[in-house]
């Protein structure tokens, strides 16, 4: 029979103590409580949190899945409601009430745009923690687009323009502007997106037969790795490199999918524990929020790497 070492190469660490920052993959023998104890990486599971005190879907959506931002909606609200990691309270406002926009930024600090009230919207409004500002609109009204970035750098891609197909059209926001840049390569609209900045992006899903992704890198668009299972009005959250995908409506059924994104490739992990489609979602790949859609449940994600007890002796 192989040994560990033979296996691997090394020994197995011999501590007195368990190390204060274990890493995926580390393996030692605890020499005080005669344990061998490995971290895994956990597949991540859905936690019921608080609902919205105004329930809708199709809203928009910022930051992250302690301080959340949930504003607009359908059927064509202003509510704008702040989660604080346990429930949602009312804030100031939207100017202008609308439904399937996009949002991007922190629940301090973020961006409305484009949607429906009730014709093709292009207002833009930042919100500075306390209330809504409307700003410069964007070249081409839409609704049911995708967003990611910030405040104050941020891409709108896709959507249902004033007349036509699904739009590929793609605009950056420098916090003061929209600019037209290159074109996604599939129009499409009801997609979700991710991204840190007006540079580093990744677009997913969408009312297409296929499950396309694509990759922004502050120039264009690249087609990477398609999600396993096509759907629409999903939500998304996390980067270009490390994204979560979940919800949607596969098949005309409201889902309850989960997809992880690698920079490469989609994993299927723990599904929702309630179907839903025209949601919500902030957060990062493994503390993420799920809000909005019908049913009205909020939902939060936790994924990251545990420390398990292989033997006793």
């Not at 192989?2 to 890493?23: C, F, M, R």
């Not at 971290?39 to 959506?61: E, H, Q």
């Not at 991007?104 to 009730?118: M, R, Y």
């Not at 890198?217 to 759907?231: A, M, P």
């Amino acid at each position: 029979m192989s040994t560990y070492k033979q296996i691997h190469g090394t020994d197995i660490e011999v501590l007195s103590s368990d190390p204060a920052n274990p890493v995926e993959g580390q393996v030692w023998y605890n020499s005080t409580s005669n344990t061998v104890k490995a971290v895994i990486n956990d597949p991540g599971s859905w936690a019921t949190g608080g609902s919205l005190n105004t329930p809708r879907s199709y809203l928009g959506n910022a930051g992250t899945q302690t301080a959340a931002l949930g504003f607009g909606g359908s059927p064509g609200v202003t509510n704008t409601e702040l989660y604080d990691g346990t429930s949602w309270t009312e804030v100031n406002d939207l100017n202008t009430a609308r439904e399937r926009l996009a949002g991007c930024g922190i629940s301090t600090a973020a961006l409305g745009f484009a949607g429906l009230s009730p014709i093709n919207n292009v207002e833009t409004e930042s919100w500075n923690g306390t209330s809504w500002t409307e700003v410069n609109d964007l070249n081409l009204s839409r609704y049911n687009l995708g967003g990611a970035g910030t405040q104050t750098s941020a891409l709108a891609f896709g959507g249902f323009p004033a007349s036509g197909p699904a739009s590929t059209t793609t605009e950056s926001w420098d916090g003061t502007n929209w600019t037209e840049v290159n074109d996604l390569n599939n129009g499409r609209a009801e997609l979700a997106g991710a991204g840190a900045d007006n540079t580093s992006a990744l677009a997913f899903g969408g009312d297409t037969p296929f499950g396309y992704t694509e990759s922004w890198n502050g120039t264009s668009w690249t087609e990477v790795n398609d999600l396993n299972t096509v759907r629409a009005r999903l939500a998304g959250a996390g980067t270009q490199t490390a994204a979560l995908a979940f919800g949607g409506d596969p098949a005309g059924v409201k889902g309850i999918l989960t997809e992880s994104w690698n920079g490469t490739s989609w994993t299927e992990l723990n599904d929702l524990n309630t179907g839903k489609a025209e949601l919500a979602g902030a957060g990062t790949q493994t503390s993420a929020i799920a809000f909005g859609g019908s049913p009205n449940v909020t939902e939060e994600w936790n994924q990251g790497p545990q420390t398990i007890t292989f033997s006793d002796s």
